[in-house]
């Protein structure tokens, strides 16, 4: 049992390496390495999308529709198609998501719109998602039939 405990934790910190970013006018590979084997993807500087409203209903609408303008299909494209290749569960995908959306959106520079990429990424693929604010905070919700230990849960429609 003791092993298993200490195989988890290296399992985890191997998937969540770091990655690159190649420039070359307004497009960008990024390229987020994730368990040793890189995912790639185009990146225009126009599917940087800012977000420095209060959250709102509005600001919130506004960040997907502008979002939703741009190409951001390969995006979605690449990551999902890493996850069928590779078999990831809904936890190991949303850890690949969690990196991908840190190479676009730092979370320390806007812990808002780095949450927001997050959850666009998530409904891109197909992930059952909601967002609203309490107290001037974002939450985020992505509905999964795994077994998630130590996180918060909300039910919706009778579903984790």
């Excluded at 979002?67 to 809904?90: C, F, G, M, R, W």
């Amino acid at each position: 049992m003791k092993i298993r405990y200490f195989i988890l934790p290296l399992v985890f910190f191997a998937c969540i390496s770091t990655g690159n970013v190649y420039s070359q006018g307004n497009n960008s590979i990024i390229r987020v390495d994730f368990c040793d084997i890189p995912v790639e993807f185009k990146f225009d500087k126009s599917q940087f999308i800012d977000f420095t409203s209060a959250l709102s209903d509005e600001s919130i609408k506004s960040f997907y529709e502008n979002l939703s303008a741009t190409n951001y299909q390969p995006i979605i494209k690449a990551i999902v198609s890493y996850k069928e290749k590779h078999k990831l569960d809904d936890w190991l995908f949303y850890q690949l998501v969690r990196r991908t959306a840190e190479h676009i959106s730092p979370k320390a520079e806007n812990y808002n719109r780095y949450t927001l990429y997050k959850w666009f990424l998530l409904a891109g693929s197909g992930y059952n998602t909601t967002i609203s604010i309490s107290s001037d905070k974002i939450l985020f919700y992505v509905q999964s039939n795994d077994s998630i230990y130590n996180i918060l849960c909300h039910f919706k429609d009778g579903r984790q």
